[in-house]
């Protein structure tokens, strides 16, 4: 498995979940159109943790690879993260359209903010997603 195949499992397995947490933690203040406390800390604290887990998981992957961490990227790599990319530009989008189609509906400011936020979840889990299948595949 390759430095940057690795990174992407690392990075769609922390952020799902991390901010898997925070949506299940979340849901019912969001069901009940409140924001409790709580939940302003819950969100920095899961920014800061996701930040952490990268950081360190990066590191330690790059003091494992050597020099494959520094290598640059060849066209075939380039390839599948611009699908990967592509792909998870068009989640973002989608998700967005669908995160503020939520104000027809009568939404609260904090259920389209997190709705916002789970949009870009999505888009980050299907880019590297996307990356992953590519590396699996070749292309």
Do not use: H
Not at 15 to 44: A, C, K, M, N
Not at 90 to 96: H, K, M, Q, R
Not at 115 to 128: F, H, T
């Amino acid at each position: 498995m390759s430095f940057r195949e690795k990174t992407a499992w690392v990075s769609l397995l922390a952020t799902t979940g991390v901010w898997g947490l925070y949506f299940w933690r979340l849901w019912p203040d969001l069901q009940d159109r409140s924001l409790q406390p709580g939940s302003v800390g819950l969100f920095i604290g899961g920014v800061v943790i996701l930040t952490v887990i990268q950081i360190i998981v990066a590191i330690a992957l790059a003091l494992a690879s050597g020099k494959a961490a520094d290598a640059p990227m060849d066209e075939r790599e380039q390839l599948i993260d611009l699908n990967g990319s592509r792909a998870g530009f068009y989640a973002l989008n989608a998700a967005c359209f669908c995160a503020s189609a939520l104000w027809l509906i009568g939404a609260s400011p904090v259920v389209m903010a997190n709705a916002i936020l789970a949009a870009m979840v999505v888009g980050e889990v299907i880019r590297s997603g996307f990356v992953i299948v590519g590396y699996r595949r070749g292309v």
